[in-house]
């Protein structure tokens, strides 16, 4: 499936759909945890969160300007650049965008709109010329990990303010995945195993992922869709446009399956799928489990207890800051 335009690239629709699935995939999660939806709530934070988050571009549009003109890639779809819209306009755009996504997020919640804030703030910080994380070689990582990992999980805090259940080790592994996609094609990486920093994230990544596929009851729905976020390998000689090309159709074809599994993982037959896969998985969890040493047993028992009783609603501290 290609999104893409053989002429030209919309950056802004593409943008779009990126930050609507992982909206969305976050409200799935719970829908299949908890079995309850709110589709006011839902539908109010997709459309607060997506206006909100794309005064973001705009902010970048500027700040990136100069550098924007120097890159060939860059220039065949940033609308500032290629003179598509005028500085005056995408500052207007930007307020534009805060004045009205903002408030939608906070009428669905304090704790959700502190959260797209969160995202915002950091951001800022990302691409300011005053500050320029995105230039920063200690920085950049985890200021790009918190920033996915809140986008990630807005779609379960439009809808509830616990963490009872949460699936952080997920969470982290869709986070880590997408920050490795961003090093490989927007500092346009050339060997994927000549890069010491993208191997140590890739690794990070399958961890996670093996983690997750662990103790996670969707077993279906990490195991299908989400090998294609490594099929990054075999493009290590394409230039940049031909990777983010290839990273956005990666995303959107993941994300859609994802998205799809988890709907109908309630279904029978679906369900008894899961279950079988399940049984296979843990057998070998339990197998692992037992050559490993007690200590470390006894210590991983525990961190999974723990992080199974956490249960903290969040509205607490956001009220309390607000």
């Known amino acids: 499936m290609d999104i893409f335009n053989t002429r030209k690239i919309n950056i802004d629709k593409i943008n779009l759909i990126k930050n609507a699935l992982q909206y969305i995939g976050g409200s799935a999660l719970y829908f299949f945890i908890f079995n309850e939806f709110s589709v006011l709530k839902f539908f109010l934070g997709l459309i607060g969160f997506l206006i909100a988050y794309h005064s973001v571009y705009r902010f970048n549009d500027i700040m990136d300007y100069k550098e924007d003109r120097k890159d060939n890639m860059r220039k065949q779809y940033k609308p500032l650049v290629t003179g598509k819209i005028k500085i005056n306009n995408v500052v207007s755009q930007m307020f534009l965008f805060l004045i009205i996504g903002l408030p939608l997020c906070f009428f669905v919640s304090n704790l959700f709109g502190f959260l797209v804030l969160v995202t ?16 920063s070689r200690y920085l950049l990582i985890p200021n790009l990990f918190f920033i996915e990992s809140i986008k990630y999980s807005l779609g379960w805090f439009s809808l509830t303010f616990s ?4 699936p952080y080790f997920f969470m982290f592994f869709l986070s880590s995945s997408y920050v ?18 993208i191997k140590i994230l890739s690794i990070i990544s399958i961890v996670f992922y093996i ?19 490594f099929i990054y390998l075999i493009f290590k000689n394409r230039s940049s446009l031909e990777k983010f090309k290839m990273y956005v159709n990666i995303a959107f074809v ?10 109908i993982l309630p279904f029978p037959s679906i369900a008894e799928l899961n279950n079988e896969i399940s049984t296979k998985i843990d057998f070998v969890k339990d197998n692992i489990t037992e050559m490993m040493p007690d200590y470390l047993k ?7 207890e723990r992080i199974y009783k956490i249960n903290f609603d969040a509205t607490v501290f956001v009220n309390n800051i607000t």
Request: no cysteine; net charge positive; aromatic share 18%.
């Open 298 to 304: 006894t210590n991983i028992e525990e961190i999974q």
């Open 211 to 229: 983690v997750s596929l662990f103790i996670y009851p969707f077993k279906i729905a990490i195991i299908l869709p989400f090998p294609l976020l």
């Open 254 to 263: 993941g994300g859609t399956i994802f998205i799809i599994l988890m709907l």
């Open 180 to 197: 490795v996609a961003y090093f490989y094609y927007k500092q346009n990486v050339s060997n994927f195993f000549g890069n010491l920093k």
């Open 120 to 135: 915002l703030f950091l951001n800022f910080l990302h691409s300011s010329n005053l500050i320029r994380l995105k230039k």
């Open 163 to 166: 963490l009872e259940r949460f």
